[in-house]
């Protein structure tokens, strides 16, 4: 007695072959990593003066923390997203509840070389006994990744555009 399979088994396996071409996809290479600066995470803005106590405070902010998405192009390059939290306050020093903050983002390449920087600017008009805000801000940035073969070992910084008063006195609270 021959043993011939199934028909149904035969009509199964040549309709998943079928399937298995209708699902098939490319898998993305990696996206950039995107880190904070350390000492650019948190920003605090003092009036003019020779002031740095609470009372001197015009703004502060911290970023929270960042989402980055990407999609490569068939000719060299990458469209980065990144969505940035911020958590911002106004002091006591802010006359007129508004505050204005200055972050950064910078794409190195994988030998840590400048890429590209841009600097954005938040102005906030807060109502009155309101001093703080949680935002998120989509920021796209493009570049070439060629010649390494995915921009998976770029790197995009995130951090405040600081003076360097202000750098020095963030310096000064972790002493």
């Not at 006359?95 to 190195?108: E, M, S």
């Not at 801000?137 to 990744?145: C, G, L, R, S, W």
Request: contains cysteine; hydrophobic residues 40%; glycine residues 8%.
């Amino acid at each position: 007695m021959t043993r011939r399979p199934a028909l149904g088994w035969v009509w199964l396996s040549l309709f998943l072959a079928g399937c298995a071409s209708l699902f098939e996809y490319e898998i993305q290479p990696p996206c950039p990593r995107a880190v904070t600066v350390a000492d650019a995470q948190t920003i605090t803005v003092h009036q003019p003066g020779p002031g740095r106590d609470l009372t001197d405070v015009l703004t502060e902010g911290t970023i929270t923390g960042f989402v980055t998405e990407c999609q490569y192009d068939d000719e060299g390059g990458v469209d980065a997203t990144v969505t940035v939290g911020l958590d911002l306050t106004i002091g006591p020093a802010a006359r007129d509840n508004t505050g204005q903050w200055q972050y950064f983002i910078l794409v190195t390449d994988p030998e840590e070389k400048f890429i590209a920087k841009r600097v954005f600017t938040v102005n906030l008009q807060f109502k009155p006994a309101v001093f703080r805000a949680q935002i998120e801000e989509a920021i796209q940035t493009a570049f070439d990744y060629a010649p390494w073969p995915d921009a998976g070992n770029f790197r995009i910084f995130v951090g405040f555009q600081l003076t360097r008063d202000q750098l020095e006195y963030l310096r000064s609270l972790k002493r």
